[in-house]
């Protein structure tokens, strides 16, 4: 433990049995020993509690309590005798609730909820542990329990007592967020690959079938930028004295006779490389790595002793490692999916194999490779230190679907932001083409998009296994996420650097009741506003429909360019082909044109989508090895002007790197470009192209530059959609007519209330709301 992790001494108040620390002038921290030994070290949580110098009071012995802390956000009374809920309270100094603004020791704090371990055999909602963030505006952390970090081993205390932190952050979920991150540590930098998709599947592969499926996907022009290897990689069918073959460790020469080979080949055509472990059941006999951790070991091998799995023994975990993973990993292995599923201690005195799993492999793989990479599960508050997550073995239904973007946006609660769905769902239900499309488009707006499916023949996600025009629409959204990669990586950087997360419910920025109650919405980083859909379609409409709360201000479809009023709720209906991902007026949204190149790479190419209405700001990071680059996009709306600047001092940026600027929602206007750089730039429709040289910066100036009428557009989108509606034509004629002959829009509103098809009237209104 430094110096600076420690807490700083003006900042801790004692007194028999009890020590109380003063993180932050929203955070305490309440520890209570009866031999006064308390613990200084890192745990399994927490990794810091020097968080700075907070102003707040320190009263002994008033008002009949033995000591009052007071700050600006909470005040905490203790009577002493230890910590119980009638010797300690803490009241906030929020209005959020007339009765429930303190919290009494132990009382359980209802909040916006936070995670859980594992979804497997989930068909729709299942209870989530509590979070950080609650409506009232406090919250709790139990340290007391969880073990020490001590010289990078975790074993158990030996400071029994209690161990508590109070937060009283009221509504400042960001700021909430962040300050747990300082005391918990902050989450790793992703490598960029991480956030393209990739490909999984629970299936017997042969390693030319391997070869042929990846080469039918860039056929395709699909991109992957991860291939995933479930469990028949290895040998699963080993001798019965031996026992399962679930655990393996040793290629399947059968299905992979040059499994070298295969990696290669897949390191080769831009894809890294994950295998499933199962390592429950250590490392046997029949292993190829058996001798060299037999002799590392010590292990009878005429009596074929195994070494049984137990990271807490630091010889087995070096021959683990060493012998056992370093050779797959220099066969060409980048990382591992860490499939346990044995349950957690039997003891209060044995770390959960899982945390120790998740902790050594990501400390392995960070050192081995520089940006470390699970594929893990979730193991409690701290877990967020070794992304990424891998959230089970989910049913194919639509329940399903419908709790996966709630889940994924309360665990942002817990700061567990980089979770890794089985995009699909994995096993059991129904083919159903619609459900698998719908799946895939929320797992393009996810953290991480992976596809998997179970051993069934006939579950696989291929697109090309659905019909015609679903497989090309899934095909384009794969497209999209490596479009996305840009966006998403600066994102990933902002996370890791500022504990800002990608995808931020609703109420992170909005203290309104509606944004607490559609818990499915949430903002996709700082510019995008998904709501994803989750129940079929309705199907005389063609039509899908989401009940969306659009916040005050423009917003913009992200694929039509549509704009809408804010400050309303809406039922908004999308065909197959679209999603329901909106631009906040002002906003500017970084993407690679060319989503098949290396995404290792940093694109050559940028197009910035530009949406008008508001003053913006936003940056894009983007980082190699221990470099990192800032790019400031300024939009001034009110002066029409739009500049590019960047600060590149590790020159990672290519030199001649293209930007293609997309004005959206604009009228033609004329662009007076800055000399400097003028000889560098063209202009077309509604888009400038700007050849960057040397890191020069761009600015332009427009003129005639005024938000475009959308009529035209939305009368065309009126009929095709009356084309398409499955219902009776002497119907689809009276909306037509009615909607020509109508003065106003209210006079064709006041016609859509008559219509006793309430879904019909809805999904016109969405449309005429437009004008």
């Given at each position: 433990?430094?110096?600076?992790q420690?807490?700083?001494?003006?900042?801790?108040?004692?007194?028999?049995?009890?020590?109380?620390?003063?993180?932050?002038?929203?955070?305490?921290?309440?520890?209570?020993?009866?031999?006064?030994?308390?613990?200084?070290?890192?745990?399994?949580?927490?990794?810091?509690?020097?968080?700075?110098?907070?102003?707040?009071?320190?009263?002994?012995?008033?008002?009949?309590?033995?000591?009052?802390?007071?700050?600006?956000?909470f005040?905490?009374?203790?009577?002493?005798?230890?910590?119980?809920?009638?010797?300690?309270?803490?009241?906030?100094?929020?209005?959020?609730?007339?009765?429930?603004?303190?919290?009494?020791?132990?009382?359980?704090?209802?909040?916006?909820?936070?995670?859980?371990?594992?979804?497997?055999?989930?068909?729709?909602?299942?209870?989530?542990?509590?979070?950080?963030?609650?409506?009232?505006?406090?919250?709790?952390?139990?340290?007391?329990?969880?073990?020490?970090?001590?010289?990078?081993?975790?074993?158990?205390r030996?400071?029994?007592?209690?161990?508590?932190?109070?937060?009283?952050?009221?509504h400042?979920?960001?700021?909430?967020?962040?300050?747990?991150?300082?005391?918990?540590?902050?989450?790793?930098?992703?490598?960029?690959?991480?956030?393209?998709?990739?490909?999984?599947?629970?299936?017997?592969?042969?390693q030319?079938?391997?070869?042929?499926?990846?080469?039918?996907?860039?056929?395709?022009?699909?991109?992957?930028?991860?291939?995933?290897?479930?469990?028949?990689?290895?040998?699963?069918?080993?001798?019965?004295?031996?026992?399962?073959?679930?655990?393996?460790?040793?290629?399947?020469?059968k299905?992979f006779?040059?499994?070298?080979?295969?990696?290669?080949?897949?390191?080769?055509?831009?894809?890294?490389?994950?295998?499933?472990?199962?390592?429950?059941?250590g490392?046997?006999?029949?292993?190829?790595?058996?001798?060299?951790?037999?002799?590392?070991l010590?292990?009878?091998?005429?009596?074929?002793?195994?070494?049984?799995?137990?990271?807490?023994?630091?010889?087995?975990?070096?021959?683990?490692?060493?012998?056992?993973?370093?050779?797959?990993?220099?066969?060409?292995?980048?990382?591992w999916?860490?499939?346990?599923?044995?349950?957690?201690?039997?003891?209060?005195?044995?770390?959960?194999?899982?945390?120790?799993?998740?902790?050594?492999?990501?400390?392995?793989?960070?050192?081995?490779?520089?940006?470390?990479?699970?594929?893990s599960?979730?193991?409690?508050?701290?877990?967020?230190?070794?992304?990424?997550?891998?959230?089970?073995?989910?049913?194919?239904?639509?329940?399903?679907?419908?709790?996966?973007?709630?889940?994924?946006?309360?665990?942002?609660?817990?700061?567990?932001?980089?979770?890794?769905?089985?995009?699909?769902?994995?096993?059991?239900?129904?083919?159903?083409?619609?459900?698998?499309?719908?799946?895939?488009?929320?797992g393009?707006?996810?953290?991480?998009?992976?596809?998997?499916?179970?051993?069934?023949?006939?579950?696989?996600?291929?697109?090309?296994?659905?019909?015609?025009?679903?497989?090309?629409?899934?095909?384009?959204?794969?497209?999209?996420?490596?479009?996305?990669?840009?966006?998403?990586?600066?994102?990933?950087?902002?996370?890791?650097?500022?504990?800002?997360?990608?995808?931020?419910?609703?109420?992170?920025?909005?203290?309104?009741?509606?944004?607490?109650?559609?818990?499915?919405?949430?903002?996709?980083?700082?510019?995008?506003?998904?709501?994803?859909?989750?129940?079929?379609?309705?199907?005389?409409?063609?039509?899908?429909?989401?009940?969306?709360?659009?916040?005050?201000?423009?917003?913009?479809?992200?694929?039509?360019?549509?704009?809408?009023?804010?400050?309303?709720?809406?039922?908004?209906?999308?065909?197959?082909?679209?999603?329901?991902?909106?631009?906040?007026?002002?906003?500017?949204?970084?993407?690679?044109?060319?989503?098949?190149?290396?995404?290792?790479?940093?694109?050559?190419?940028?197009?910035?989508?530009?949406y008008p209405?508001?003053?913006?700001?936003?940056?894009?990071?983007?980082?190699?090895?221990?470099?990192?680059?800032?790019?400031?996009?300024?939009?001034?709306?009110?002066?029409?002007?739009?500049?590019?600047?960047?600060?590149?001092?590790?020159?990672?940026?290519?030199?001649?790197?293209?930007?293609?600027?997309?004005?959206?929602?604009?009228?033609?206007?004329?662009?007076?470009?800055?000399?400097?750089?003028?000889q560098?730039?063209?202009?077309?429709?509604?888009?400038?192209?700007?050849?960057?040289?040397?890191?020069?910066?761009f600015?332009?100036?427009?003129?005639?530059?005024?938000?475009?009428?959308?009529?035209?557009?939305?009368?065309?989108?009126?009929?095709?959609?009356?084309?398409?509606?499955?219902?009776?034509?002497?119907?689809?004629?009276?909306?037509?007519?009615?909607f020509?002959?109508?003065?106003?829009?209210?006079?064709?509103?006041?016609?859509?209330?008559?219509?006793?098809?309430?879904?019909?009237?809805?999904?016109?209104?969405?449309?005429?709301?437009?004008?």
């Open positions: 433990m430094t110096e600076q420690l807490s700083q001494p003006e900042n801790i108040i004692t007194g028999q049995h009890y020590r109380f620390t003063v993180l932050t002038e929203r955070m305490v921290r309440l520890e209570y020993s009866v031999n006064e030994h308390f613990e200084d070290h890192l745990t399994q949580i927490v990794q810091n509690r020097n968080l700075g110098t907070p102003r707040f009071e320190v009263f002994r012995h008033r008002n009949q309590h033995e000591l009052e802390i007071v700050t600006d956000y005040h905490l009374y203790y009577d002493g005798g230890g910590l119980t809920a009638d010797s300690l309270y803490i009241d906030t100094k929020y209005g959020y609730s007339s009765y429930d603004n303190r919290w009494n020791f132990g009382q359980p704090v209802e909040t916006l909820k936070g995670t859980v371990r594992t979804l497997d055999e989930a068909d729709g909602e299942v209870p989530l542990e509590e979070g950080l963030m609650s409506r009232n505006g406090y919250s709790t952390i139990d340290d007391s329990h969880s073990f020490i970090i001590e010289d990078d081993l975790l074993r158990p030996t400071a029994a007592g209690e161990d508590w932190y109070y937060l009283a952050y009221g400042d979920f960001f700021a909430c967020l962040r300050d747990y991150y300082r005391l918990t540590g902050f989450p790793p930098l992703l490598p960029r690959y991480a956030l393209g998709n990739w490909w999984s599947r629970y299936h017997a592969y042969t030319a079938e391997y070869q042929e499926l990846f080469q039918e996907f860039e056929r395709d022009g699909v991109p992957f930028s991860i291939a995933v290897l479930d469990i028949d990689w290895h040998l699963t069918r080993v001798p019965h004295r031996f026992g399962s073959g679930w655990t393996g460790y040793t290629w399947n020469r299905l006779p040059r499994p070298e080979r295969l990696l290669q080949w897949l390191h080769e055509h831009g894809k890294k490389v994950t295998l499933n472990l199962h390592p429950a059941d490392i046997r006999a029949f292993e190829a790595a058996y001798p060299a951790v037999a002799k590392h010590q292990l009878d091998t005429k009596a074929e002793e195994p070494a049984l799995f137990n990271l807490r023994d630091e010889a087995f975990r070096k021959s683990y490692f060493e012998d056992v993973h370093h050779p797959l990993e220099k066969m060409g292995v980048d990382f999916w860490i499939d346990w599923q044995q349950g957690t201690n039997f003891t209060e005195q044995q770390v959960d194999p899982l945390w120790l799993l998740n902790h050594y492999h990501f400390k392995d793989s960070r050192q081995r490779h520089g940006e470390g990479l699970i594929l599960r979730y193991a409690g508050l701290g877990s967020h230190r070794y992304p990424v997550g891998f959230s089970g073995d989910t049913i194919v239904t639509w329940n399903s679907l419908a709790f996966q973007p709630y889940f994924t946006g309360t665990a942002t609660n817990v700061g567990y932001t980089w979770w890794s769905h089985d995009i699909g769902g994995h096993m059991h239900g129904v083919r159903d083409d619609e459900l698998a499309l719908r799946w895939l488009q929320f393009v707006f996810s953290p991480i998009m992976r596809l998997h499916s179970s051993g069934n023949l006939f579950s696989g996600k291929e697109p090309q296994n659905y019909n015609q025009e679903i497989a090309e629409i899934m095909r384009e959204f794969l497209r999209l996420r490596h479009k996305l990669i840009p966006y998403l990586d600066s994102a990933n950087y902002e996370t890791h650097t500022f504990g800002i997360p990608l995808v931020r419910p609703m109420y992170y920025h909005h203290d309104k009741p509606t944004a607490y109650e559609l818990r499915n919405q949430a903002m996709f980083g700082s510019e995008l506003l998904v709501a994803p859909i989750v129940k079929p379609k309705i199907d005389r409409l063609a039509q899908s429909k989401v009940t969306i709360w659009f916040p005050e201000g423009q917003w913009f479809d992200f694929f039509t360019g549509l704009r809408y009023e804010g400050n309303v709720t809406l039922n908004v209906f999308r065909d197959n082909h679209r999603y329901p991902v909106f631009v906040r007026a002002g906003g500017i949204v970084p993407l690679n044109p060319h989503p098949q190149e290396d995404v290792m790479q940093l694109p050559k190419t940028l197009a910035v989508k530009i209405g508001a003053d913006h700001d936003y940056r894009m990071y983007e980082h190699q090895a221990e470099h990192t680059a800032v790019t400031t996009f300024t939009w001034d709306w009110q002066h029409r002007r739009f500049t590019i600047k960047v600060a590149d001092p590790g020159n990672i940026i290519p030199s001649k790197r293209i930007y293609q600027l997309h004005f959206i929602g604009v009228t033609p206007f004329e662009a007076q470009i800055d000399p400097a750089i003028k560098n730039v063209t202009t077309h429709e509604n888009r400038i192209i700007f050849l960057q040289n040397n890191c020069a910066d600015g332009v100036t427009f003129s005639k530059m005024e938000l475009a009428g959308q009529r035209e557009q939305i009368v065309a989108r009126l009929f095709d959609k009356l084309r398409r509606a499955q219902i009776d034509f002497d119907t689809k004629e009276l909306i037509w007519q009615k020509l002959a109508a003065d106003t829009k209210i006079q064709f509103i006041s016609f859509l209330n008559t219509l006793t098809d309430q879904d019909l009237a809805t999904f016109l209104y969405e449309i005429v709301y437009l004008l």
